[in-house]
Structure formats: C-alpha cells, structure tokens
C-alpha cells in the first residue's frame, strides 16, 4: 500500500491513538459548530453541549498521550484550550450561566471551538500536500492569511454569541 493510503489509515483508524484522537477532534468540531450557532441563535441543546465540551476535554487531554521530548507549542494550545474548558464547563454547568457566567461561557465556547480550528487548520497545512506546498513550515503568508481569516470570524462569532448571551430587555407597557 502507498504510504499516504497507509498514514490516512492510521489517522482514521480509531482503534489506534492518533485515530481515536482525530474522532474525538472531528465530534468536537462538528458539535462546536452546532454550539456556537446556537449561542449566535440565542438557544441551547444541552446534549450537544455536553457531547462538545466532553470531546473538546478529551481532545485536548489526549494530545497529551503522543510521545515528545519538550514543550510544544501544541501542547501550550492544549494547556490554553484545558483551562478556557474548565472555566467553560464551570460557567455552564455549576454556575448555570447565571449573570455575567453567560457570556463567559459564551466566549469559552467560542474560544474552544477557535482552538480547535485553529489546530485542524495547521493540521491540514501540515498534511493536505497542496496547502503543505504553499505553506512548508507553515510561517509562509498563506498559513498565516488562513489562520488570520479564521480568527476573525470567530472574533465575530464570540461577539454576536456574548451579545447573544445577555439578558433580553423587555419594553414596558
């Protein structure tokens, strides 16, 4: 078999962790979109919620498990996406998204989903050979114009889902 129908196989194959970690970070992703547009809609599923923060825990926690000899700056993303989850998780779930906790917890989810997009997209420049060829070490202006779009997409996600997340002023008759 060719090497890259080979690597594809591994990174899919959930029985292995590379794979199990890309299952967690695909459920992650798919779930957070459907979070964060509910955030923007100004309602909540709350098994959707839970399935994306227990995917984006664990994501983030098993990119922990891949062998390395120094600190990463994937696992600085990682620590990063860690704390903003448990701040999140605490907004949301102890806090019941009570007062200010709403729109704290409004920009953790945006924020972790924005973590999680931000690794599929160097992911992709690491491993798509035709964004690879535009971008090898990835600090070439196509990674960094890709990275740049994403980020202010989700700036403005996180400000629609904080407005989203106040109180709605009722008019007085």
Known sequence: MPATTMSAMTIFDPTS??????????IALATG???????LARRERPAWTAIFLAT?????ATGFGFPFSGLLPSHIVGIVALV???????????LQRAGHWGWVYAVGAVIS????VFVAVAQAFAKVPA???LAP????????IAQLVVFAIFVLA???AVRGARPVARPQF
């Open 33 to 39: 979109f459907v979070v964060v547009l509910d955030l």
């Open 84 to 94: 903003v989850l448990a701040v999140t998780l605490v907004a949301r779930y102890p």
């Open 17 to 26: 962790w590379t794979g199990f970690h890309t299952w967690l970070s695909l």
């Open 56 to 60: 984006a825990v664990l994501t983030s």
């Open 158 to 160: 996180g400000a629609l």
């Open 113 to 116: 989903l924005w973590l999680l």
């Open 137 to 144: 070490t990835q600090s070439e202006p196509p990674f960094a």
């Open 131 to 133: 964004l690879k060829a």
